[in-house]
């Protein structure tokens, strides 16, 4: 049964909550909270923050009411399949750049979804386009201050916004900005850039137009636009080039000196692919602010750095036995770790090698690590049978060990004979399994 049905899935029940104390176990379907059915995980976070709750439920074709006792700030304790009940809002842009439709048939079926959910985006930090969105939406959002969100707007001018999100017509963005700015919501603006479209003259506008919703607009990050070779079909576009992503970083340069002259933050921030193509050093931590576009691959690198030298202290001078390992990774994690990888190999006993791996499956101008297939790693390891190798866990997906291509690393390490150790992509996971050997 599901939400249509009137009635939710109940996928589990924390262990030890007041909803286990009650009885209900996973299987069971909720029908209401309060005589209201949630919409989402949002409405029934604000229908349980109370210290007693009446609850209705189904077990089969059996249905009770209950009463639950807790603490106002207690969870509950229900676990649900997904977060929105009423179904995931669904893109229905056809995105000139759009990484979804560059993706070869006979993945798995998750990896086709496009979502478009505001409500992702204030769940997961999940980036939306809001062309879907109506006023009740818009209502909505205000009323329960869902901040801060995370949209996508690549260009404010609405013909090249709606050339680039493949519309008919023109696309525009900041009236629904000054409405959420106007409601006090917090803004995490995405763009993605792609050559000779919203770059230049275009890039400008859109900086200078966002800027004027500062601080409700909190941050602008601006990231290369990603080309895989299943591209037939869709339109040209091309990767951006060294002399490109130089005058790049100096326009951004020139920005975030005055935005911190007069805003106190950069506010503009450049992916860490564009310095790694131009072969620039990453700007300085306090140019990243508190970096708040972590997971759009802005800053990653520097904070690796900053992390690294504050454990560097912590190596030890050799390890107590010699141990051999390789450090696998894309292209572009290949450029960040190798100063890291000069550091580490001062330490005695310890034989530690760099493995950069092109992108097989999606083509070369692919070069960042989490995209990395199970057919790359075979491919990319051939030859290094029996030898023991870390690996982030961005290439798996969350909760699995499956990689992009659904192959499992049981499956990958049959293959290559290599024995794999999966990391967080962080300096303090590489160190401390560094350090492990100390205490083995």
């Known amino acids: 049964m599901n939400y249509r049905q009137h009635c939710i899935r109940i996928a589990g029940v924390v262990p030890g909550s007041p909803a286990m104390a009650c009885g209900i176990r996973g299987g069971n379907h909720l029908v209401s909270i309060n005589g209201i059915l949630p919409r989402d995980t949002i409405e029934y976070s604000y229908l349980t923050c ?52 560059q993706l070869p048939p006979g993945l798995r079926s998750s990896l086709y979804e496009k979502d478009d959910d505001y409500r992702l985006s204030f769940l997961h930090g999940n980036f939306l386009t809001m062309t879907n969105m109506d006023n ?28 680039m999100l493949g519309r008919a017509r023109p696309a525009p963005v900041l009236d629904k900005i000054a409405e959420l700015a106007g409601a006090g919501i917090v803004m995490h603006i995405q763009v993605v850039l ?43 576009i091309r990767s951006f080039t060294r002399v490109e992503c130089l005058r790049l970083i100096r326009e951004a340069g020139d920005y975030q000196c005055r935005f911190r002259r007069q805003l106190k933050t950069s506010l503009t921030y450049l992916a860490d692919e564009f310095y790694l193509r131009a072969r620039m050093p990453f700007p300085s931590a306090a140019n990243y602010d508190h970096y708040p576009q972590l997971e759009n691959g802005i800053g990653n690198g520097r ?101 992009l291509d659904g192959m499992s690393l049981e499956q990958v ?8 150790r999966v990391l967080q992509p962080t300096a303090g996971a590489l160190v401390s399994e560094i350090l492990r050997s100390l205490s083995e």
């Open 50 to 101: 109370s210290d007693r709750i009446r609850l209705r439920v189904q077990s089969g074709k059996r249905s009770r009411t209950l009463m639950v006792p807790k603490n106002c700030d207690a969870n509950l304790g229900l676990i649900f399949d997904s977060d929105c009940f009423n179904g995931v809002k669904r893109c229905h842009n056809n995105c000139i750049f759009c990484f979804v439709d």
């Open 303 to 403: 904070l690796f750095y900053e992390e690294f030298r504050g454990l560097s202290a912590t190596l030890p001078d050799r390890l107590r036995r010699r141990r051999r390992l390789y450090l696998a990774t894309g292209r572009a994690g290949a450029a960040v770790l190798g100063p890291v990888l000069r550091r580490l190999k001062r330490i005695r006993n310890l034989d530690l090698s760099l493995v950069p791996i092109g992108s097989i499956f999606f083509g070369p101008r692919i070069s960042v690590t989490g995209l990395l297939t199970g057919q790359d790693l075979i491919w990319g390891l051939r030859g290094h049978r029996g030898i023991e190798v870390l690996l982030p866990d961005i290439i798996m997906r969350q909760g699995a060990s499956l990689l």
């Open 136 to 163: 009740r939406e818009l209502h909505r959002i205000s009323t329960l201050h869902l901040s801060p969100l995370y949209i996508s707007v690549h260009a404010t001018d609405p013909d090249i916004r709606g050339l």
């Open 194 to 236: 792609c050559p000779g479209i919203n770059d230049g003259d275009v890039l400008k506008k859109t900086i200078a137009d966002l800027a004027g919703f500062w601080p409700q607009v909190a941050s602008i990050g601006i990231v290369p636009v990603g080309l895989t070779r299943f591209r037939d079909g869709r339109p040209n």
């Open 413 to 420: 390490a049959s293959r290559t004979g290599c024995r794999f």
